[in-house]
């Protein structure tokens, strides 16, 4: 039997798609993913690795990726795996393509602690609710029909606030940026637009066309600059004449952008950035 072709000791089937197994000749211990793979393995002692069905396999090994916790899934309700099952098909109904391996752990338990602090009385409050709804829309309604099913699964009555963060998983499921990264972004889409308002002494309705189309452009300018996307500003050195006040307000915003996230701002960006600042505060103007 070659490498790839070995047979793994099923040790607990963990829901309908997830199955915990061992490898007999090497103890290694592996979480199997796949579509009914559970299911189907209920009445078997033994997978072989080269079954169809196994998706995703991890080694139970990988401190990351298991949460930092050996017994990650022995800690796990059974009703969460399966909501977080349903969850994950739908994320990859409404956005086809290659899901980042990472959300088959962290949403099961993401959903865990929630329940937990429902439970519990631990309040929920998320801050930045709002940038989240205009930024990620339509991993929002996702992770609004994921709160309900949650809501329904657990008979908890969830905040809203819960589904900001749900989005958060969804949206490095897709296009796998860290959570912990997406969570950095939206304080900091807060913090510039507080840093605008402060500036020039106005204050943005929630959910205004010049509020969304800012958090828009702040957002994909981000996005750019996390992922390396280099853009070319032809009118860098026109924009710096013409529009000198926006131009020192971009400046400063680029500071606080390279120092909470660690990365530097090409000019081009600032450019851009000054640029939009300025058809921010004409349309602001017209409409006040």
């Keep these: ?37 559970g299911f189907a393995a209920k009445h078997l002692q033994e997978l072989d690795t080269a ?3 196994i998706e995703k396999r991890f080694r139970l090994e990988d401190r990351e990726q298991m949460m930092n916790h050996p017994t990650f899934f022995e800690d796990m ?12 098909q739908l994320i990859g109904q409404r956005f086809p393509g290659q899901l980042n391996d990472k959300i088959y752990l962290a949403l099961p338990g993401h959903i ?28 929002y309604e996702v992770a609004l029909e994921a709160l309900n099913l949650m809501r329904e699964t657990f008979a908890l009555d969830i905040p809203e606030d819960e589904a900001g963060f749900l989005t958060y998983h969804i949206h490095s499921a897709i ?43 702040l957002r994909f300018a981000l996005e750019r600059m996390v992922q390396g996307s280099l853009v070319d500003n032809p009118l860098i050195q026109h924009i710096r004449e ?16 390279e120092r909470e996230m660690k990365l530097t701002v090409p000019e081009d960006e600032v450019c851009f950035l000054a640029m939009h600042l300025y058809r921010l505060f004409r349309t602001y103007k017209q409409e006040g």
């Design 1 to 37: 039997m070659n490498r790839e072709q070995r047979m793994l000791q099923v040790d607990r089937v963990v829901g309908n798609n997830i199955v915990m197994a061992t490898d007999a000749l090497t103890s290694v211990e592996y979480v199997l993913l796949g579509k009914g793979l």
């Design 51 to 53: 079954d169809e069905r």
């Design 77 to 88: 309700d059974a009703p969460v795996m399966e909501v977080s099952d349903r969850v994950i």
């Design 112 to 139: 865990q602690f929630t329940v937990y602090r429902m439970r519990h009385s631990i309040e929920i409050v998320n801050p930045f609710l709002q940038e989240t709804q205009v930024c990620f829309p339509q991993e």
């Design 175 to 217: 296009t796998h940026v860290p959570v912990g990264q997406l969570v950095k972004m939206s304080s900091l889409l807060s913090k510039l637009q507080r840093m605008i308002e402060d500036d020039r002494q106005i204050l943005f309705q929630q959910g205004s066309m010049n509020q969304v189309r800012l958090m828009i452009h």
């Design 242 to 257: 013409q529009y000198a006040e926006e131009y020192e307000l971009a400046v400063r915003m680029k500071q606080v952008m």
